[in-house]
């Protein structure tokens, strides 16, 4: 997932909105495109986009990025999975302490993202991976079989009878990471082509030819 995720508005849309992208009722508006993209410039140095073309290709990848994540969060609305408030005030703290007192504000203020503003992303993001754990997690499963076959392949000295004392659990925590990994990506590319066709998105061309340019 994104750092800065989608602005999404819900319930009745008002047929003034210059929407971009819309499931429904759900809306991405061309405002919050131009909101997120700014922010998403903000994160990289200041000659990384000065060719038309890169920008361009910027664009189009915000565009399938905030598509995909529309699509989740319609998801989320269908499984009435929410983030409590509680639940976002105990994620924020532990954020925040990461950081010496202080610098999460500056960071905030170099990149010239309001607080309520990261604050609403965060909590869109912990939304999307309920309903991505919820939904692709079920999906994923490491079987001793693929965990063997792999301890194999990758480790023959180990697996010829080597003295490998102290290091099994290591290796096969290490092992079961990478398959869970490689897995987990392979069951969310299939799931978010099911939900593409369960939620058909439109596009406001017009709109998006504008901000292309």
């Not at 989608?6 to 319930?11: E, V």
């Not at 664009?59 to 509680?86: G, T």
């Not at 203020?109 to 990261?118: I, N």
Request: include cysteine.
């Amino acid at each position: 997932m994104a750092s800065f995720l989608i602005g999404c508005s819900q319930g009745d849309v008002d047929p003034q909105i210059e929407y971009l992208i819309r499931i429904e009722e759900q809306v991405v508006t061309v405002e919050d495109f131009q909101k997120l993209f700014e922010n998403m410039k903000s994160a990289y140095p200041h000659s990384t986009f000065r060719a038309p073309e890169t920008i361009k290709a910027a664009r189009l990848r915000l565009l399938n990025q905030m598509a995909e994540e529309l699509i989740i969060l319609k998801r989320a609305q269908e499984l009435q999975i929410d983030v409590s408030d509680s639940e976002l005030e105990q994620a924020i703290a532990d954020y925040k302490r990461d950081y010496p007192e202080g610098v999460f504000d500056e960071i905030l203020l170099e990149h010239a993202v309001s607080y309520p503003f990261w604050r609403e992303r965060l909590k869109i993001r912990m939304i999307m991976e309920k309903v991505v754990a919820r939904d692709v997690g079920e999906r994923v499963t490491i079987t001793t079989e693929e965990i063997s076959d792999y301890y194999n392949e990758q480790y023959p000295k180990e697996s010829s009878g080597a003295d490998v004392s102290g290091k099994d659990k290591n290796i096969n925590t290490v092992i079961i990471e990478h398959l869970r990994r490689k897995k987990a990506e392979a069951a969310y590319r299939d799931w978010i082509k099911d939900l593409r066709h369960k939620y058909p998105i439109e596009i406001n061309e017009a709109e998006w030819k504008h901000l292309a340019g």
